[in-house]
C-alpha cells in the first residue's frame, strides 16, 4: 500500500517514518544500476500517461477549492493540469532517464610521487528534502531528479496541490515497483499538517542531508528561521537588468521585455529595470513604452514616473519583490556602480543583467555582482538548467554553497576521493 | 588599532561589529589581486619570525596556566610554540603564498546552440568564521588560506591559546598593513567568553557564510545543536582500518601501526581495526603485537583479548571515541559487510581504510564505505592535503556538502556563471 493513506498518525511519528525509509532506500540507491534507475523514471513516464484522466480528475478537485478560495490567476495557472502538461511531465521524466548517470562517475584522478593513486568519484548526497509550492509538476521533476542522481527524496508540495500531487507520486511508485527499487526512494508528505514542514527543517533526526526549498517570501523566512539542516537556498528571484549609457537600445529593448514578460511566473523573471541617468535620451522612454505596451504595469520612481502617466509610484517595497506577474519596477541609477550597489541590496543574488556594448563597463559588473548568474547582453530568462546544456533541473540555487545556479542532476551528488595503494606508509 | 584591544565591549555588540567588518572587508578581498594576496601572506611570514621572541613568550602564559590546570601532556604538547615551531608557521605561509590563485579561475566555459557563451567562474564564499581548540597555529594556517581564497576570516581559537593567538594575530595584521589591505580581513576574537561562539553559529546577522569548525566531541555537539548557517563539517576523525581475509600480511602490519602511531593526535589517525574472523591463524595476533610493541594499548573485544594479557577490554564507548593518543580499539568482524555495517554505525564518514590483496573485496569496500576518504592498501595517515597533492588545508570535511575530504584553498571557495550573449532573447 501507498504510504499516502497514513494520514491519520501523529505528524512527528509520521515524519520521523519517512525519515527512517527514506535512509534505507538511500543506501539501495546508492548501488542502483542506471538501467534500474532508469527503468523507474521511464515506469513513471508510462504510468503518468496511463493515469492522464485520473490525474486531471485529482486535479480539478484542488483547482476547484482554490478557485473557491478566491486565489489569483497566476496561482490557478500553475496548479491546473491538462492533459498537454501531464503529457510535457511524462516528456521530462524520460528527458531525465536520458541523463548520464553521475554517480561513479571519476571526476578527476591523479597519482602522488609515492605512487598512490587518488580517484575523486561522484556519490549521492543521501536524502533530499524538497518543499515547494501548489505546483503539482515539481512533484514528478524533483523526484525524478533526486532518482536519477542515486538519492531518496521526501517531497512536501503545497497544500492546495495535495490531490494533484497525489496522483503524481502514484505514477512515480509504479515506476520504481516496475524497477523493484523500494517505494520509499520518492516519498509524499502525506498530510497537509505545516508542521512536517517544521520535521522537515529540523532534518528527521538527522534522515534529511540537504533540504530544497521552492517557494516564495514566507517559505524563505521560515527556512532560514527553522532550517538545522543544509539548504540549497532556492529562494527567490529578483532579478534585476541595468541598461547602461554604452547599451545599443534596438539589442537593449527586446530583451528587456522578454526578460520581464516571456514568462513572468518563473523565477528568471526581471522584477527591477534599472536605468543609467547617462543613457541616452530616449533610452527609458522606449523601454518604459515597451514594457507597457506588452502588458505590463511599469512602478517607478520619479523619474520613470516622468515618462508615462501610466506609470505607477514605486514603494520601497517594490525594489525588494518578487512579482511573479507582469509587474516591473524602474530605477534612475547613477551609473553601473550605484546598478551595482542596487543590486546588492534589494537582490537575491539569482540572476542579474547589464546590456551594454562599452565592455569594460560589463567586465566590472560581471566582476561585481554576486549573483548566481550574471547575464550581458542576453536575456534573464536563460536562466533555466535546460537553457544551459545542464539538462533538467530542481531549481536555482541562490546560495554559495556546494550548488549554485542551475541545480541538476551533478548538482544533486557528493563525491568521496578513494585512495589506491600498494602498501604505502606516511614517513614523519 | 588592533581589535582585539576592545575586551570590554557587551560580546553580542562585539561580535556582530567584527560581523559588520568582515563583510566589508570580503569586499575589498574579493577584488584583491594575487599580488596583494601574497604580500600580505609574505609580510605575515617576516613578521612572525621578527617577532618569534614575542610569541614564545605569550605562549608562555598560556602554557603555565594549561600547566597549572593539569591538562595533559598531549593538550600541553599541542599548545606549546618553540622558534622552531613558528618558523614553521612562516614557512606554512609562504607555502600557500605560492599556491595558485584560486579566485576569477575558469573552471568550465562552453558555447550554446545559440551562441550564448556560459562560463563557470571561481568567486570567494564571503566571511568564514573558523572555530578551533587550542593549537596556536591554525591562527596563522586558516587566517592565511581563508585570506588567499579572498575571503574575510573570523578565527575563534581555544580560550587557552589566547594570549598565542593574539601575538600570531598582530603579525597577520602586520601583513595585510604591508600590502594595504583591511586589517579585518582576518578578525581573531577578541574575548576569552563562549558566547562569541554561540554568535558566530548563529552567523552575526548574516554576515558569516560558512563555519569551518575544528574540535572535539563537545564542540561537534554544540556546532550542530546551535549552527543557523553551513557548516563544513570537521568534526571527528574515528578511522578505521580493515585486515581483510585477503590481506598479504607483511605489507598490513606496518600500514596499521603507521595509520595508529605515526601521529596520533591528528584526525586521519586509526582508532578502531577490525579483524575478519576468517583472516589466516596468526594475522590477528601479529597486528595486537605489533601495537603492543610500538607502545600501543590495545583495548579489544573477548577474541582480541584472547591474544595477549596485555589487551584491556573495550566497551561500548570505545566504537566512538576518537582517542587521539596512543589507543586503538580492536574488534573481529564477520568479513567484509559487518566491517562496512561496523564503519556506518561508528565512523565519523572520515577516513577508512581496508588492507586485501583482494581486488574484488577492495572494490566492494570502497564503494560502500561513505566516507570522504577511503584507502586500499595504504595507512590513512595519508588522509591530509599536502599529502593529496592539494596543498595547505584547513581541515578534512566529514560532512558531504560543497566541501568534503581535505579542505584548501579551492574548497574555500564558490563560483558563479557568467553568460556573456550579444542580444539573445528566450523565444517560448
Keep these: 500500500m501507498n504510504s499516502i493513506e497514513r494520514v491519520e498518525a501523529d505528524t512527528v511519528d509520521l515524519m520521523r517514518g ?6 534505507l532506500a538511500a543506501k539501495r540507491l546508492a548501488r542502483a544500476t542506471r538501467e534500474e534507475k532508469d527503468t523507474a523514471l521511464l515506469g513513471a513516464a508510462a504510468s503518468l500517461r496511463a493515469q492522464t484522466d485520473a490525474i486531471v480528475e485529482a486535479n480539478a478537485i484542488d483547482v476547484a477549492a482554490a478557485e473557491a478560495a478566491g486565489r489569483p490567476a497566476s496561482f ?7 492533459p498537454e502538461r501531464v503529457e510535457a511531465m511524462a516528456v521530462g521524466l524520460e528527458a531525465i532517464s536520458e541523463l ?20 575523486r568519484v561522484r556519490t549521492p548526497l543521501g536524502v ?42 502514484g505514477c512515480l511508485c509504479e515506476g520504481l515497483r516496475a524497477a523493484e527499487l523500494p517505494e520509499a526512494a520518492i516519498q509524499l508528505v502525506p498530510t497537509t499538517d505545516r508542521e512536517a514542514v517544521g520535521e522537515m527543517l529540523r532534518g528527521l533526526d538527522g534522515a534529511i542531508d540537504v533540504i530544497v526549498p521552492r517557494g ?32 545599443d537600445l534596438e539589442e537593449a529593448v527586446p530583451i528587456i521585455v522578454n526578460s520581464k514578460l516571456r514568462r513572468t511566473g518563473i523565477c528568471g523573471s ?33 523619474a520613470a514616473m516622468a ?21 516591473i519596477s524602474v530605477k534612475i541609477v547613477d551609473g553601473v556602480d550605484e546598478a ?44 533555466d538548467g535546460g537553457e544551459f546544456g545542464m539538462g533538467a533541473e530542481i531549481g536555482i540555487a541562490t546560495g554559495k554553497m556546494h550548488a549554485r545556479g542551475p541545480v541538476g542532476v551533478e548538482q544533486l551528488t557528493s563525491f568521496k576521493y578513494i585512495v589506491r595503494g600498494a602498501g604505502q606508509i606516511r614517513p614523519n
Tied chains: 1, 2.
Excluded at 533530499?128 to 524533483?142: F, K, L, M, Q
Aim: contains cysteine; negative net charge.
Design 216 to 247: 516564495g517570501k514566507s517559505l524563505v523566512g521560515r527556512v532560514q528561521d527553522e532550517a538545522r539542516v543544509p539548504v540549497f537556498a532556492h529562494l527567490e528571484g529578483i532579478c534585476h537588468v541595468y541598461l547602461d549609457r554604452g547599451a
Design 18 to 23: 519517512l525519515g527512517r525509509s527514506a535512509t
Design 100 to 119: 548520464d548517470d553521475p554517480i561513479g562517475g571519476l571526476m578527476a584522478e591523479w597519482r602522488r610521487p609515492n605512487k598512490l593513486k587518488i580517484e
Design 128 to 169: 533530499i528534502g524538497v518543499i515547494y509550492e501548489s505546483r503539482p509538476n515539481v512533484t514528478a521533476d524533483a523526484g525524478a531528479l533526486c532518482l536519477k542522481a542515486g538519492n531518496a527524496s521526501i517531497l512536501r508540495g503545497g497544500s492546495e496541490s495535495y490531490h494533484s500531487a497525489r496522483a503524481i507520486h
Design 76 to 82: 490557478i495557472d500553475r496548479l491546473t493540469l491538462t
Design 270 to 302: 526581471a522584477e527591477t529595470l534599472l536605468v543609467d541617468a547617462e543613457a541616452p535620451a530616449g533610452h527609458l522612454e522606449a523601454a518604459v513604452a515597451a514594457l507597457l505596451e506588452g502588458g505590463c504595469e511599469v512602478r517607478g520612481d520619479e
Design 340 to 383: 551595482i550597489e542596487h543590486i546588492a541590496e534589494h537582490g537575491s543574488s539569482h540572476t542579474d543583467c547589464i546590456l551594454t556594448e562599452c565592455y569594460g563597463t560589463a567586465a566590472h559588473f560581471v566582476a561585481r555582482v554576486d549573483s548566481a548568474i550574471v547575464l550581458h547582453n542576453a536575456s534573464t530568462q536563460f536562466a
Design 307 to 327: 515618462v508615462d502617466p501610466r506609470v505607477k509610484p514605486a514603494s520601497g517595497v517594490d525594489w525588494g519583490t518578487e512579482y511573479l506577474d507582469a509587474i
